[in-house]
């Protein structure tokens, strides 16, 4: 067992679980589908399935491609959980896109290309923080279709 390479994996995923955590709390907050949970848990397996990509197929190549076009899509399905259709209109859709974008960072922190990482956390925490309000404002208070 390499105890170095050990402690950059866990350093890695303890860093995609840190800046997807702010986006689920944010999510959770306001009584979501996916929040607290399921935000860190999208950013760790991210991470991780690009790490275990790392360590079979080496530092870079094709393969690499195809796993992340492998997130891209799987990632894509667990959005599509969180939006759902009803009288109402259409609601869960920025839950969905940040799903999506937090699959992105945790494979950003894999790739060990944290500033795109913390920038991607930063933006889709101050969209859902500052934007909802206005979003609201906007529609009236109606807040059914965020």
């Excluded at 209109?89 to 894999?110: D, E, L, M």
């Excluded at 795109?116 to 059914?144: E, W």
């Amino acid at each position: 067992m390499d105890w170095p390479e050990i402690s950059r994996h866990c350093a890695q995923v303890a860093g995609a679980f840190a800046l997807a955590l702010p986006l689920g709390w944010e999510r959770e907050k306001d009584d979501r589908s996916a929040g607290i949970r399921t935000f860190p848990l999208v950013a760790v397996a991210s991470c991780g399935y690009v790490l275990v990509a790392e360590t079979v197929f080496g530092a870079a190549g094709a393969d690499h491609s195809r796993v992340l076009q492998g997130l891209i899509t799987g990632i894509g399905f667990i959005g599509g959980g969180a939006i759902l259709k009803g009288a109402g209109g259409v609601h869960g859709t920025a839950t969905a896109a940040s799903i999506w974008n937090t699959g992105a960072i945790g494979a950003a922190v894999a790739y060990g290309a944290y500033e795109i990482a913390i920038i991607l956390s930063v933006i889709n925490f101050l969209i859902l923080r500052f934007l909802t309000p206005i979003r609201k404002q906007i529609r009236g208070g109606d807040d059914s279709t965020i």
